[in-house]
């Protein structure tokens, strides 16, 4: 900056090409020295000039992406909501179906004929003695006297009635024709052609009959034939008497 002050006091006292610069030189020498200092300033303001540029196209190329995920998802919403909406329906119908299988098995589920805690076992199937004419044909739950029978599955009563030995006797016929026979009771809850559910009271435990006690007296009879062991007929069906 001197040599330029310098410079330009020579031009101004007069200074000749004799003495070694004209004044054209002389506003060349001044352009050279002030040059780099004003270079570096025009520098300076380009560069900044060119990183805001930069920085606003960066915003504008960020606004644009965000510009079009916000699109994209506003497009997306609808069909996303209406996938859930299907799906929360297709999960409840298998909901209410599972619901309505449960309760099928619910109601065909085979149920003891006296609630378990009442009832003791004494005679089981195939127990021989003095007691019967021939060896036992069912499974006996004694309980006192006037404790609830109640159908061990879902069926029709065929009938009611005094059946000899066996005092006040209900038959139930299940709907593939196995006959359930409830024996010695002292009072019936049915009558012919009923329509019972498993665990519906059908009579009342009673000591009528060939007995030492009061008990029913169940015998179960696939296709109304021969007996068969209640005992493993219950058990088949998830009870244990």
């Known amino acids: 900056m001197a040599v330029a002050v ?9 200074g000749s090409a004799g003495h070694g610069h004209s004044r054209a030189e002389a506003r060349t ?9 004003l270079g570096s300033g025009s520098t300076s303001q ?3 000039t060119d990183l805001l540029g930069e920085r606003k196209r960066q915003v504008s190329r960020d606004s644009q992406r965000q510009a079009m995920a916000d699109a994209a998802h506003q497009r997306l919403r609808p069909a996303t909501q209406e996938q859930g909406k299907e799906t929360n329906a297709a999960l409840a119908k298998l909901a209410a179906s599972a619901e309505k299988q449960a309760g099928l098995l619910a109601k065909d589920a085979w149920q003891l004929p006296v609630t378990k ?13 003095g007691l019967w004419a021939h060896c036992h ?27 000899g030995a066996y005092g006040n006797r209900t038959v139930e016929t299940l ?25 519906q009271e059908i009579g009342l435990v009673g ?21 068969v062991d209640p005992y ?6 998830g009870l244990h008497p």
Do not use: M
């Open 137 to 163: 044909t069912g499974l006996d739950f004694a309980a006192p006297t006037g404790t609830p029978i109640h159908a061990v599955a879902n069926g029709t009563i065929t009938k009611t009635g005094w059946a």
């Open 117 to 129: 805690g009442v009832y003791h076992l004494t005679a089981r199937f195939g127990s021989c003695s």
């Open 46 to 48: 380009s560069l900044s």
């Open 232 to 237: 493993q007929a219950l058990v088949a069906h």
């Open 207 to 227: 000591a009528t009959g060939n007995v030492t006690g009061p008990h029913v007296h169940l015998e179960v009879r696939p296709g109304a034939g021969d007996p």
């Open 175 to 199: 709907p593939d024709g196995t006959e359930l026979w409830y024996a010695h009771q002292s009072a019936f809850g049915v009558t012919p052609g009923q329509k019972v559910v498993a665990g």
């Open 29 to 37: 020498l001044i352009a050279g020295h002030l040059g780099p200092s």
């Open 6 to 14: 310098a410079a330009l006091a020579f031009t101004a006292t007069g």
